[in-house]
């Protein structure tokens, strides 16, 4: 299951490259987010790894294995997420359009097992809308600093 997500912002690349890798930011913005913990490499570096921590609704916690798979400076971000349940890769494209930034993220999400991806494909508007939000959210955070 894929789907992208553009978002136009109005601050520069390197206001947006900031701070999707601030990741003090992330609590502000991303759904769920409660802590991040480094495990190799430092803070969203190249290969860099680390896991997410979210709440669930329910009130557990899931901790996702984020590894940095990625980076130009000022122009892209790009992230596989493991799971138990799932693998997802995440490439955060940010375009210099001269008066305000583009900000193209592409999301790529393997379910298993294989049976899961039924539920995920019943799922994909659901968790598009979620993201987008939360990258509305983040827009909002940079036009506002």
Known sequence: MTFEIKIKVNKSAK????????????????????????????RRKLKSTAYRIYQEPDGTTTKIK???????????????????????????KIIDKGDFV?????????????????FGILMKG?????????LITLKNIIENK
């Open 15 to 42: 206001e947006v490259y900031k701070s999707l890798m601030d990741t003090s930011l992330l609590p502000k913005w991303e759904t769920n987010f409660k802590g991040f913990n480094p495990i190799s490499g430092g």
């Open 66 to 92: 984020e590894e940095v798979t990625e980076l130009k400076q000022n122009k892209l971000i790009a992230f596989q997420l493991t799971d138990k349940n799932f693998m997802s890769y995440v490439t955060t």
């Open 102 to 118: 583009l900000l193209a993220e592409q999301t790529e999400i393997k379910f298993r097992p294989a049976i899961l991806g039924v």
């Open 126 to 134: 659901s968790m598009k809308k979620r993201r987008e939000t939360d």
